[in-house]
């Protein structure tokens, strides 16, 4: 298996912009996560999905950030306006049942 | 909020000398995990503690579980160049969702 595989790895974009990350979780994985690392906040969870619903997305910051999971081998997070404070490095990691959760390698987000 | 606070921040050794790391909390996880995340990488899960007062060794890693299942610790023996990186605990709450902490990044010299 390939992995937990998301695109794009880097992306820059101008403030105002919409960006779209993509991940595309392991294969027999029923649930999906989606973090974001800063240096000053860590890791952080944003929302998570089980079984393609949206089971909790308390960690979304604000309003700009959506998600989806139309099925089970892919889910967007979008950020629309994005910001300067959104960079970061956006991490997706999916799991089976409760065993070990396989990040991504993630998509480092600047936003000028 | 469930909070896991990581010690030191940051560590910078020479290879060859010994360290541990701390991850302290006021609550109880049912579990408890560490990772090693890479330059460029996603976090890689190193060993999942569960009962406490258990006590995990990977090769020079040994990892604590406290017994009130509170806290851990990671002790390397003999740190090497290849141990460089961030170490991040990660507690598993209701759900089996995943607190992390905010990491320790080591640096081992040559």
């Known amino acids: 298996d390939a992995g937990v595989i998301q695109s794009p790895r880097h992306e820059v974009t101008e403030m105002g912009q919409e960006v779209t990350l993509r991940c595309k979780p392991i294969?027999?994985?029923?649930?999906l996560f989606w973090y974001r690392q800063t240096m000053m906040r860590g890791l952080e969870l944003l929302i998570y999905?089980?079984?393609?619903?949206?089971?909790?997305d308390s960690g979304m910051p604000e309003d700009r950030f959506s998600a989806k999971m139309p099925n089970a081998s892919f889910s967007t997070l979008k950020i629309q306006p994005s910001e300067p404070r959104d960079s970061a490095v956006y991490f997706c990691?999916?799991?089976?049942?409760?065993?070990?959760?396989?990040f991504g390698q993630g998509t480092r987000l600047t936003v000028v | 909020t469930q909070l896991l606070e990581q010690s030191p921040q940051f560590l910078s050794i020479q290879e060859g000398e010994n360290l541990t790391v701390y991850c302290n909390s006021s609550s109880v996880f049912s579990s408890l995990q560490w990772y090693r995340q890479e330059p460029g990488e996603g976090p890689v899960l190193l060993v999942t503690?569960?009962?406490?007062?258990e006590v995990k060794k990977l090769k020079r890693l040994t990892f604590q579980f406290g017994d009130a299942r509170k806290d851990s610790s990671l002790h390397i023996t003999a740190a090497q160049p290849g141990d460089t990186g961030l170490y991040l605990c990660a507690g598993a709450g209701a759900g089996n969702m995943l607190t992390f902490g905010g990491g320790t990044r080591l640096m081992v010299k040559p």
């Open positions: 999905f089980n079984n393609n619903v949206p089971i909790d």
């Open positions: 294969s027999g994985h029923d649930y």
């Open positions: 503690v569960v009962t406490g007062g």
């Open positions: 990691a999916s799991r089976h049942l409760d065993r070990k959760a396989f």
